[in-house]
């Protein structure tokens, strides 16, 4: 390798810059972070293992199967062997920080903000697309030792992790003097001062190497010694949380829908199920409207009974021809939702147990049909309705009558029968909403 007479980046200045280290690759964020559909979050804890070592900040990247930090048997990169042999973090954060376009890294970044002593550690997130994982932290106390990782593959399961024992390496760039005045400055190595100045006697042009430790060549007392790892990480994927947009048209000519109640469940909870009496909430909302009274029966149902997420995709009423969008995070699989078609008795606008997209970018769509909760009979009388405007002139008293109850189950409604005093533009033919459903 060819070297020059540079000064060398002493621990003590590595760290003056930690601020301009920052700017390039966070210490709780990343650089090139993919916030994209298959991004992933991963948490991680680095440990110093040694008794008498410090490490620097550890340098790190996430990247894909061909992109290379470095390996074991190759030569080191310049930013590998500023960080080596003088905790140059700054050096090696901006070469990664260029190849994450040029060479495929995912995301890389500087795990700490300061040195890391002896049984101490650091933690940090990332959130990456790619599938790989490399880092290098110097042992700050040799010629050119660094902790190493190289190329693992990151955990494939939510909450699972993976823990890797680091062993240490020599970069193969400069010979191992194991001399106080070839290292760093006080205070890291103990008393005497290092001359702060790359020194092209002791150079090397070797490959990357398994570390031999101090072996008591020179004035470094057994104190910095190591025997087996230098550190240990742990990386946990955090459990990722898939957010979906729903959309909902109205696709009738004449009834408005109430806001939909809407739930993101497991495979055995729904709203609703044809041929079975509706919950009392349901009720409330197929007869008059009451959304708050289904939104609060399944809110305590989410925890008492495995629901997911549930919530009202909407703040008011929806217009025939209209429509409204709204988001939902969860890791349920099944969605169910009602919306009261307005100008009935007990009326409603269901999807039942639909299936959620399982891949980023998909949508999947569906026709709400209309269900009658089988709780009123089917008057079809304005008075027996909801007030104006909503029905035209005559005005509902918006409360259930108990003279109308029946005591039947939810089955699909036959639409308006011109059985009172709805005209026609009430009445609709097939599906009375379209549902739309995206994985983001």
Known sequence: MKRSTTKRWSIVAALGLIA??????????????????????????????????????????????????????????????????????????????????????????????????????????????????????????????????????????????????????????????????????????????????????????????????????????????????????????????????????????????????????????????VGRPASPGLQAVAENGAVPVLAAELSAAIDEQGLGVSGVGADAPIGPGESVTFTVATTAHRFSLASMVICTNDGFAGLERVGLPNRAGATRSFAAQAYDAGTEINTELRADLVPAPFCGEGGGSGESNPELAEDWVVTPHRTLRDAGDLDASFDWRGAVARVSITRN
Do not use: K
Request: hydrophobic letters at 35%.
């Open 20 to 273: 301009t280290v920052l700017s390039i690759a966070a210490t709780t964020s990343t650089v090139g972070a993919q916030a994209g559909s298959d991004a992933v979050t991963y948490s991680v804890q680095f440990r110093n293992l040694t008794d008498g070592q410090w490490l620097t900040p550890p340098n790190y990247a996430a990247h894909t199967r061909q992109a290379d930090v470095w390996s074991l048997g190759g030569a080191a990169s310049d930013g590998v062997r500023a960080v080596a042999e003088n905790g140059g973090v700054p050096i090696l954060a901006a070469e990664l920080s260029s190849a994450i376009d040029d060479a495929g890294l995912g995301v890389s970044g500087v795990g700490a903000d300061a040195p890391i002593a002896p049984g101490e550690q650091s933690a940090w997130e990332f959130t990456t697309t790619a599938d790989r994982f490399s880092l290098v932290s110097m042992l700050i106390c040799t010629n050119d030792g660094f902790a190493g990782l190289d190329s693992r593959r990151l955990p494939t399961v939510d909450g699972h992790s993976t823990v890797w024992r680091v062993r240490a390496f020599d970069a193969g760039t400069e010979q191992n003097t194991e001399r106080r005045a070839d290292l760093v400055p006080a205070p890291f190595c103990g008393e005497g001062d290092g001359n702060g100045e790359s020194d092209p006697s002791i150079a090397q042009n070797r490959r990357i190497r398994t570390h031999n430790t101090i072996r008591g060549v020179g004035d470094l007392d057994a104190s910095f010694d190591w025997v087996g790892p230098v550190a240990e990480i742990v990386i946990t994927r955090v459990e990722t949380v898939p957010t979906y947009t729903v959309t909902i048209e109205n696709t009738t000519t004449g009834q408005w829908l109430t806001p939909p109640n809407y739930a993101a469940h497991t495979n055995d909870l729904s709203i609703f199920r």
